[in-house]
């Protein structure tokens, strides 16, 4: 079992910046990708980007590609999403996982990165 919780969530205006943070604990957390995703309310969730778990070049989603980063410290048992110029439409619920990349094909959430645990989410919200 992992338990993951997300921190550093909150409000931002338009153009600014937040970094998420994901502590993990439980089963050995290195062996593990990890991953990003979001939900804004009344649409899918989207996958965002994922890193394995040595690091390495991420996997970033090219709706976010050029803005938002993922990075991983398996001494910290955390991994962070740095997000850039947030917009509004960035509003949503931010979940943090565990999981496999790469994975199957995932048509309902559209990656190839398969998550196995998932946090409770951070709400982020943009203002204009």
């Known amino acids: 079992q992992v338990q993951l919780v997300e921190s550093g969530g909150g409000l931002v205006q338009a153009g600014g910046s937040l970094r998420l943070s994901c502590a993990a604990s439980g089963r050995t957390f290195s062996y593990y990708a990890m991953g990003w995703f979001r939900q804004a309310p009344g649409k899918e969730r989207d996958f965002l980007a994922a890193?394995?778990?040595?690091?390495?070049?991420?996997y970033i989603a090219d709706s976010v590609k050029g803005r938002f980063t993922i990075a991983r410290d398996n001494a910290k048992n955390t991994v962070y999403l740095q997000m850039n110029s947030l917009k509004p439409e960035d509003t949503a619920v931010y979940y943090c996982?565990?999981?496999?990349?790469?994975?199957?094909?995932?048509?309902?959430?559209?990656?190839?990165?398969?998550?196995?645990?998932w946090g409770q989410g951070t709400q982020v919200t943009v203002s204009l």
């Open positions: 890193i394995a778990w040595a690091g390495g070049p991420p």
């Open positions: 996982t565990t999981g496999t990349w790469p994975g199957a094909y995932l048509p309902h959430l559209k990656t190839g990165y398969n998550p196995n645990y």
